[in-house]
């Protein structure tokens, strides 16, 4: 009886609330659910446990303590705040009292910053929020606080975004008409804000919690390293949530003190009481306890300085501010103790007892109606203390404003201005230094090993064939006009896509017997459902049917075949044509991807309806998955949790499921991995890898129970992975960022299964070895992965690009020529068709100088001077067996010039021969390509090499048309490469000249030709 009535008289809104809430937890709760399956199906349960627990404390206990606390807040203003208004001409004249004059400015003044504060954490919530529980959240910032720079940014933005001031106009007029239920609706907002922007940053404080250290300390504070990655940015964040919450918190019960009494309406607030001083001393206490711990941490930041000559603190930094945020951030303590003084130890002797005014009789007649009420608001009155606010405090605060802003602005500009810029090189000096040096370990460029390499000139035909290999894996071929000739040849179907061609080397036999590492470029075909004809997009098409890709191709990159095509060495589908010189070498099995690149939708296998496999003429073949992937939705109640979870609602009504059906989605590999461990960052190019590794029984999740009959899937795809920060000290991130990287990881998924397993690849990254504390069972070692995989491990191609980039600049170790930038360094351009581009990092077979290995699997990319075109330097960095992460860069030297990759090109375009070729191929309803320019190093010299494709404007189907190759200042273009490098190092021999006697009769017949004359019987040149 008693729970009927109580739910009876439950307002009305109340049960909307409940009935809101019920909706989102049930959809939390299934979501939950439906991913703990999800990863229970990859065999990462564990992983995901962690991070749910850890987001769920940091979401809860930080808008818990939040709400707590500003409600109680509020609850004590309500108590303390003036509750009767003032009759007319009875007006007080306490201490603190104000006019409308005073008062309304004040009051607009702190609801605006109440609405900014509201907007600013609105927006960092949005930005931070992730569906599905952020299951690929990881690596989110730390949140900007709450300062006036902060304000600055948000009202620059005022202009494309006039949502925000007429939101912020809305909210003003909200706590000044409805000040209560305002502020605790905003009270609500900001500590669910709290609890959502917090919990985003679980991989922070799970780091923090398990750290290792760098064993290397910061040239400024001696700390190490360690405190910057792991420790600072948990600091930051409790910064961040102490000073926005302080900073509400005193502003919204400052404004609820000022507008008690309906002092707004009647033009008048008669001062702070006792009670109202105490608790704004004790709320401004914490308020500046926040300040002092923000300028505290504020001393770090200046290792991210980007105001001087370098990155990070350079003089003005350690000389000024440094001892200027100390002061501050001492005095603001100081100021907290002051006003916590204030609050609990409190004066007597200041205090004025308020007593009520005696009534006229003329006003008691005319309000003999009211006559309670009068009486009831003068015994309140009579029963207030009044506390006038202290002068020192007033200048205690004064003389603190003054000196932040000298001390914080006035100062460093003027020591910068008038000290340092006359005198920077020298007073910068030892902070140029700091910046190289950690710079250079941040980025893992103090691992690169210096080499001169002085080119001689002197290569010959014999040293071409001492370097075979390094010239049979010159690339002729480019990925770009590879993918188009396969979707013209390879195909087979509109469905099928290559979306990739991956260059990597395998150990092929040759045609003396022997074996060697071959280049080539691999490109898996992937299953479009895009590209499925519109008529035939039913749901199940898409979902049981249409479920993955088939096969893949494999082409030498140095060979080419009948009319210009690629020569393949596996290609076709079923039956797969493979070249016999790799038969047996390359396994085929039954090359089924249903995990790639492409794979997008989700989709039920083992269904009472067969997949379609590949076609086969004009037939198609169809197939049953009978691999470890999925999770199973036999029955009712697992089908309408995952109908609701991928919001399908025909999965509840289709009658094609049986009580062994699985649904397998997330097979996007780039989203699987993400999910899984969004911690770190992964590579932009996957690349697909064949071999045979025997039993799977080392991938994750492996049961031989599960295992099917015949397992002849042998397609893997690698993805490199990166640990990052951004708070490596002194560490210059350039255009990135971050301003540490390791590539620590490697990730292999296996493309019928759906398997990932990670594997250690620097073990000496603290960040790796701390996630490895953090999810024990998570990583392998990398000498775990098959060998057969191993082999097949490459140098990351973004890792490189970062690191080299940042060569360009960090190679220069002298302070001196640092600060000059006497040596920068730039990366060339090339013509690519007909567009000028960035020559990137390529793959490359050969022999190093200066080493004693054979040829090996490199990554190379040439630089030349900034405003120059020359060749300056080149770096490789390795990738096979013990070797594998080494670097090393070869530098020119600097007396002499040498071709750049730009003035090879400028040279090609420049031949009469060759650009009146390209001319005429572009005039005949055709497009001449010029493909990548390759700079190849052999023994001590340098050869350029050039592809150049035709192709037509129609049908688009590339053909090698020529190779061009210079060397020194000869340049031949031909039709092979073979014949190319045979022009060029073997010349023709020049043919003697023809002399011919000339008769006297026709001595003036040419001297008239000569000058241009026309003569009838001219005799013909020889």
């Known amino acids: ?55 769920s404390l940091l979401a809860v206990i930080p808008f818990t303590l939040s709400l707590v606390v500003l409600w109680s807040n509020l609850n004590t203003a309500r108590r303390n ?155 930051e964040l409790f910064e961040f949530w102490f000073l926005g919450f302080s900073i509400l918190t005193f502003f919204a019960v400052g404004l609820f003190y000022l507008l008690s009494g309906d002092s707004l309406s009647q033009g008048y607030f008669r001062g702070f009481t006792t009670p109202q001083q105490r608790h704004l001393y004790g709320l401004g206490g914490f308020l500046m306890l926040a300040v002092a711990f923000s300028y505290w941490l504020d001393r770090y930041s200046l290792l991210y300085s980007q105001e001087g000559v370098a990155y990070g603190a350079t003089f003005t930094n350690v000389t000024v501010e440094l001892p200027a945020y100390t002061l501050l951030s001492g005095l603001s303590l100081l100021l907290a103790g002051f ?29 003999s109606r009211s006559r309670w009420k009068y009486e009831e608001a003068a015994i309140e009155t009579s029963a207030v203390r009044v506390k006038s606010l202290p002068p020192v405090l007033w200048l205690c605060l004064g003389l603190y404003v003054l000196l932040a802003i000298v001390a914080g602005f006035v100062l460093p500009y003027a020591v910068q201005r008038l000290v340092v810029q006359p005198n920077e090189l020298q007073l910068e000096q030892p902070y140029i230094r700091h910046t190289i040096a950690l710079t250079r370990e941040a980025f893992g460029l103090e691992r690169i090993r210096v080499e001169t390499f002085d080119p001689q000139n002197s290569l010959t035909l014999e040293d071409l064939e001492a370097n075979a290999q390094t010239v049979e894996n010159i690339r002729i071929w480019d990925s770009r006009p590879l993918l188009e000739t396969n979707r013209q040849l390879q195909r087979i179907r509109l469905y099928y896509e290559f979306p990739d061609a991956d260059i990597d080397r395998y150990t092929l036999p040759t045609n003396a017997g022997q074996t060697t590492q071959q280049q080539v470029l691999i490109a898996a075909r992937e299953l479009d459902y895009s590209a499925v004809p519109t008529a035939a997009q039913t749901w199940v098409n898409q979902h049981l049917i249409y479920t993955h890709g088939y096969g893949f191709t ?60 590949y076609p086969s003429g004009s037939d198609n073949v169809y197939n049953v998955y009978d691999g470890r992937g999925g999770v199973s939705i036999g029955n009712f109640l697992q089908r309408l949790l995952f109908a609701k979870h991928m919001r399908d609602w025909r999965m509840l009504l289709t009658e094609d499921f049986t009580p062994q059906t699985k649904l397998l989605f997330r097979r996007n590999i780039n989203n699987r991995v993400r999910a899984i461990a969004p911690f770190l960052r992964y590579d932009s190019d996957p690349y697909l890898v064949v071999v045979n590794t ?20 042998y397609l893997y795809w690698i993805i490199d992975a990166y640990t990052l920060s951004d ?50 069972s998570m990583f392998q070692s990398l000498d775990q992965m098959p060998e057969a995989l191993r082999r097949h491990i490459r140098y990351a191609q973004d890792i490189y690009r970062v690191q080299s980039n940042e060569l360009m600049t960090y190679h220069m170790t002298d302070p001196i020529v640092f600060y000059n930038r006497e040596d920068q360094w730039r990366a060339p351009t090339e013509i690519y068709g007909n567009q000028e581009q960035l020559v990137e990092p390529y793959y490359l077979i050969m022999n190093l100088p200066t080493t004693d290995d054979q040829e090996e699997f490199i990554l190379l990319r040439p630089f030349t001077p900034v405003q120059r075109i020359n060749m300056i330097a080149w770096l490789s960095a390795r990738s096979d067996g013990d070797q594998y992460g080494t670097m090393l860069l070869y530098v020119f030297p600097k007396q002499t010039l040498f071709y750049g990759p730009e003035q090879i ?51 688009r189907l590339p053909i090698l048309a020529r190779v061009i190759v210079a060397y020194e200042s000869r340049i031949v273009m031909a039709e092979t490469l073979e014949e190319a490098l045979e022009a060029v190092f073997q010349p023709p021999e020049t043919e003697s000249p023809i002399i011919r006697e000339v008769e006297e009769g026709t001595i003036p017949e040419l001297e008239g030709q000569l000058e241009g004359q026309p003569t009838p019987n001219a005799p013909l040149a020889p």
């Not at 400015?105 to 929020?129: C, D, E, K, N, R």
């Not at 030498?556 to 076709?572: D, F, I, R, S």
């Not at 039954?590 to 496999?613: H, Q, S």
């Not at 301003?739 to 397993?757: Q, T």
């Open 554 to 613: 494999m082409t030498p990159v140095n060979t080419v075949g009948e009319g210009g095509l690629p020569e393949y060495l596996v290609g076709g589908i079923e039956p797969v044509i493979v070249d016999p010189r790799v038969e047996g070498t390359i396994p085929i099995g039954r090359p089924r991807i249903y995990y790639g690149e492409l794979t997008n939708n989700y989709v039920m296998t083992e269904t009472r309806i067969e997949e379609l496999d």
């Open 1 to 55: 009886m008693l729970a009927n009535r109580l739910f009876k008289n439950l307002p009305r809104f109340w049960w909307i609330g409940l009935l809101i809430g019920g909706i989102l937890l049930f959809d939390v709760g299934t979501t939950l659910i439906a991913e703990s399956l999800w990863f229970q199906e990859v065999h990462y349960l564990g992983v995901f446990l962690t991070r749910f627990y850890s987001r």
């Open 339 to 367: 006003l916590f003084w204030r609050t609990f130890a409190w004066s007597r002797r200041t205090t004025h007892s308020v007593k009520p005014p005696t009534p006229s009789p003329t006003r008691w007649t005319a309000a």
């Open 905 to 955: 090109e400028a040279r090609i375009n420049q031949d009469p021969v060759i650009s009146q070729q390209i001319s005429l191929w572009n005039r005949r309803g055709s497009n001449a390509i010029q493909g990548n320019l390759l700079v190849i190093p052999i023994e001590q010299s340098l050869i350029y090499v050039e592809p150049l494709y035709l192709e037509a404007e129609q049908n």
């Open 81 to 235: 705040a003036w509750s009767k208004p003032l009759m007319e001409g009875d007006r007080l004249a306490l201490p603190g009292h104000m006019n409308l004059a005073g008062l309304l400015p004040i009051t607009l003044l702190i609801s605006l910053v109440i609405g900014l504060i509201l907007l600013h954490h609105g927006q960092l919530a949005i930005s931070h929020w992730q569906p599905n529980m952020s299951v690929y959240g990881g690596a989110t910032p730390v949140p900007l606080r709450f300062r006036p720079e902060v304000i600055w940014r948000m009202v620059q933005t005022w202009r494309t975004q006039i949502w925000q001031p007429i939101l912020i106009v809305g909210l003003m007029v909200a706590l000044l008409i409805f000040p209560r239920i305002s502020l605790r609706s905003i009270a609500i907002l900001i500590s669910l804000s709290f609890g959502l922007i917090l919990s985003e940053h679980w991989a922070k404080v799970l780091l923090g919690l398990q750290q290792v250290p760098f064993n290397q300390t910061d040239p400024l504070f001696g700390r190490d390293i360690g405190f910057y990655i792991f420790t600072l940015p948990i600091w």
């Open 694 to 713: 025997g039993d799977k029984s080392w991938e994750r999740g492996y049961s031989p129970d599960t295992e099917p009959d015949l397992d002849e899937s």
């Open 727 to 776: 708070r490596f000290p002194y560490s210059d991130p350039s255009q990135n960022d971050f301003n540490y990287i390791r590539n620590s990881v490697k990730v292999v998924i296996d493309a019928y299964h759906g398997s990932v397993n990670f594997y250690v690849a620097d073990a000496e990254d603290p960040i790796i070895r701390s996630w490895q504390q953090v999810f024990p």
